[in-house]
Nanobody
Framework: QVQLVESGGGLVQAGGSLRLSCAAS????????MGWFRQAPGKGREFVAA????????NYGDSVKGRFTISRENAKNTVYLQMNSLKPEDTAVYYC??????????????????WGQGTQVTVSS
């Protein structure tokens, strides 16, 4: 089974940028559709972005479209989330997730079978 470790979170001012990384080990990342989700205190897990196994297809949550970009480097077994124009409402724990058995790009948390431990992103106003 693949293991996922997120990094790159931190504290940033509104309007700033961060790049999150998700490093995979144990299995080849190219076998998985990958996604990013986030969870703010007191709220449910929210879909942020997803990318297909080859990187040819991506999808984004409405609240991040035009500001966030998901990408992957299968040779490095790593997925990225570039976050620009950050807003205080982007504050959350961000999770990387892998989906081994889906043929189409999964947009719901239930479609993902492996999760990282999360990384905190805090955007100050």
């Amino acid at each position: 089974q693949v293991q996922l470790v997120e990094s790159g979170g931190g504290l940033v001012q509104a309007g700033g940028s961060l790049r999150l990384s998700c490093a995979a080990s144990g299995r080849t990342l190219s076998n998985y559709n990958m996604g990013w989700f986030r969870q703010a205190p007191g709220k449910g897990r929210e879909f942020v972005a997803a990318i297909s196994r080859t990187g040819s297809s991506t999808n984004y949550g409405d609240s991040v479209k035009g500001r966030f970009t998901i990408s992957r480097e299968n040779a490095k077994n790593t997925v990225y989330l570039q976050m620009n124009s950050l807003k205080p409402e982007d504050t959350a724990v961000y999770y990387c997730a892998a989906s081994a058995f889906t043929l189409t790009l999964p947009l719901t948390a239930s479609a993902y079978d492996t999760w990282g431990q999360g990384t905190q992103v805090t955007v100050s106003s």
